[in-house]
C-alpha cells in the first residue's frame, strides 16, 4: 500500500513540474512572453554570438600576489 500511495505522489509531482515549466504555446512552438525564450538565434538554430546573452562567458584567472620582501635592517 505504502509502494501504491509513493508511486502515485511521484506521478503527481512529475505531471505538476512538467507544467509548470512548459513554455510552449499549445501548438509545440516557443511562448515568445518568457525571457528564456527571447534569446536571439540564427536561422539554422544556433545561438547568435553577436549578443552578450549568448556569448560564453570565460573565467578571470587570478594570480598569486606574493607579499614584498622584507628589508635587512
Known sequence: M??????MLLAVMAFTTTQTFAQ???????????KKNKQPMKKDGTPDKRFKANKETKKPTTVKMTPPAKKAA
Open 2 to 7: 505504502k509502494k501504491l500511495i509513493v508511486m
Open 24 to 34: 510552449t504555446k499549445k501548438d509545440g512552438s516557443k511562448d515568445m512572453r518568457y
